[in-house]
């Protein structure tokens, strides 16, 4: 239960952080994608499926507040956490760079995705446009944010997981 | 060590199906049927709008100490610029003071109401800004229970910033109009020629949004101010909305488009009034034109 709250918790404050301070944080117009780096970890800190869930939820509440209509992030999301969770974790888990790649691979596919289902079905066709200036520096943002964000959600987990037992 | 608790139940496999197909119905629903979604939307707001309400003035606050360091340099170049530009706007006051008396002389001669005059405003605070990079919308401190409703338009610095989209109780989504889904009809101001203006995220940059389907035979050149048209359907006439920095020929040497640079800084936006107006829409019998 305590490990539900907690999650369930630290969902809602990157929501939070990524429409407040983190857009005004931004660097060349851009700003880091704060939960798929809660998704992206959490899939790969635990062993079982809420990195599934926890996309979903994310993403929906994404949706909820930003989008035009209710599924397309969380569907995104989903996908990502679900692939995350399931490749095998037989290296530790406290080394940074496994994660790293693995959030800066997610943000490109969640860029390409969006840039298909957003911009290319209404006819924006630019897509070396989009992807060096938007995807490529969001990226890099992300990954760098994930650096400190992902040894923080694991001190944080391992709290939530001590307790839990 | 950790397991999973709950092996006994579906197989990740099985679940992201389902949730698949939950999304994609999701999807299907909320496109088809706005209104259907729009009380989830207002529970999700209302829970989590306090709490960026909060975390917002941090966050300006931050922002406000890394625009302390900008270098001194480029202020006083700015004081400068600003001077030489205060001393041309009063001279061309004192010209406008004058022809606005004579206008006002002229109104009481036809018994004109002051069409454009001043709408009703409520003033409102950005709360937090769209969490992905590609759209630019934001969230307003204000709501339905404050007299805020969909579709009503917001200005700032004397120039248009958007529209409501969405309404909770406390709280209401912005389009931008240099978002990318922006569009919104315009009209030059003296000779009043239509024109559409559109948010495009390539123009990110240069801060501008497009102008397009500008008749080849108007009168519309660089330089010209551009306001809300009045024969549009959701934004108040005679709004302005920016000065038109550039225009060339179509292909089709049909129509003419071009680029236009809002009057409004998007980038240091923190307040903005909601015209608490409505356009009023045509009765149904007007558009029949039978």
Known sequence: MKRFIGTALVIYLAFILQTTIFQSLSLADVSPNILLIVTVSFAYIRENRDGIWIGFFSGLLMDAMYGEVLGLYALILMIIGFVISIIPKDYFTDNIFVPMILVGGSDFFYGFSYFVFEFLLRGRTSMIFYFSRIVLPEIVYTVIVSIVLYKLLYILDDRLEGKEV | ?290
């Open chain 2, 1 to 290: 060590m950790r397991r999973d608790r709950r092996s006994s139940s579906a197989t990740p496999k099985v679940l992201v199906l389902a949730l698949s197909v939950l999304c994609l119905v999701l999807i299907f629903v909320s496109y088809q049927f706005a209104d259907a979604v729009a009380p989830v939307k207002n529970v999700v707001g209302e829970i989590v709008f306090p709490m960026q309400k909060g975390i917002n003035l941090l966050g300006s606050g931050i922002s406000g100490t890394t625009d302390y360091f900008t270098s001194k340099q480029k202020l006083l170049d700015e004081n400068k610029k600003m001077k030489e530009e205060l001393d041309s706007l009063k001279y061309q006051n004192g010209i406008l003071q004058q022809d606005f008396s004579e206008l006002d002389n002229l109104r009481e001669l036809y018994s004109l109401d002051d069409a454009y005059s001043s709408y009703p405003t409520k003033a409102a605070r950005i709360i937090s800004r769209d969490s992905n990079n590609w759209y630019n919308q934001f969230t307003i401190d204000k709501g339905t229970g404050d007299g805020i409703a969909v579709n009503m338009n917001v200005i700032a610095n004397g120039g248009l910033v958007g529209i409501v989209t969405d309404a909770g109780k406390h709280w209401a989504k912005v389009r931008a109009i240099i978002d990318d889904k922006s569009n919104v009809s315009g009209m030059e101001v003296k000779n009043s020629d239509i024109c559409n203006v559109k948010g495009n995220l390539k123009l990110l940059d240069s801060g501008n949004i497009i102008l397009d389907m500008v008749d080849v035979d108007a009168a519309i050149k660089e330089g010209d101010t551009i306001v809300t048209s009045n024969i549009s359907d959701k934004f108040l006439p005679g709004i302005t909305i920016g000065t038109v920095t550039s225009l060339n020929n179509d292909d089709s040497n049909m129509t003419k488009s071009g680029e236009i640079k809002p009057v409004v800084s998007f980038d240091s936006l923190k307040v903005v009034l909601v015209i608490t107006t409505l356009k009023e829409e045509l009765p149904k019998e007007a558009l029949n034109y039978n």
